[in-house]
């Protein structure tokens, strides 16, 4: 299964000819190149996860492309047909199967509504939490996705996470907000902690790709 890291919070996996996209949203680059789509997941409703024009891009090349998200997400992607999920729900859409975790995005301030987040758990192997520190009920994870800037988080929180999950690799997600001296900084901070577990860190940037 390769990987690809587009700009902030969007990945896309291929496996056997078939294409999922994860969160293509407003930071992300239009997406160009989407045929043999057959799902794209939503962790939530924020528009830097996605957009109807990125959702429009895909669905023009690969019409039968499943949306996957919870249910924030459907309300407000109502001129799209969306599958609702929820947490500890496991769906097969050949050759992916993806599980589902989570529940809730992270408060970024008590004035601010918590709107539904889901994780992804993408063949057993990759590990995307959205925008969140929810935990999947994995024993070892193989490679998980590091959110490393947001509103919502602080670096003891992402150092934390990984020292606890202890990836075999990691790599950074939800970048874009930050600046290129603020990025080197969280990457160093994610690689190691990824260390202390004795993984290693990825360092994927746009456009970059790994075999999982």
Known sequence: MKLTKLEHAALILEDDGARLFVDPGSFTTPITDAIGTVAVVITH???????????R??????????????EGVAKAASDFSVRVVHAGDTVEVEP??????????????????????????????????????????LSEIDVL??????????ASEFIDYVLGLKPKHSFSTHEMVNSVIG??????????????????????????????
Do not use: C
């Open 57 to 70: 891009r895909i669905l023009d090349q690969s019409p039968d492309a499943v949306i996957l998200a919870p």
């Open 96 to 137: 992916f199967t993806l599980r589902f975790f989570g529940g809730k995005h992270a408060v970024i301030h008590s004035s601010i509504p918590v709107v539904d987040n889901l994780g992804v758990i993408v063949n057993d192997k990759l590990v995307y939490p959205g925008d969140s520190f929810a935990a999947p009920d």
């Open 145 to 154: 996705a590091v959110p490393s800037s947001a509103p919502w988080l602080k």
């Open 45 to 55: 409703e924020h528009a830097d996860h996605w957009t109807p024009e990125q959702l």
């Open 183 to 212: 990025k080197q900084m969280a990457d160093a901070r994610i690689q190691w902690a990824t260390e202390q577990g004795g993984g290693r860190y990825l360092g994927l940037q746009p456009g970059d790709t790994y075999e999982v």
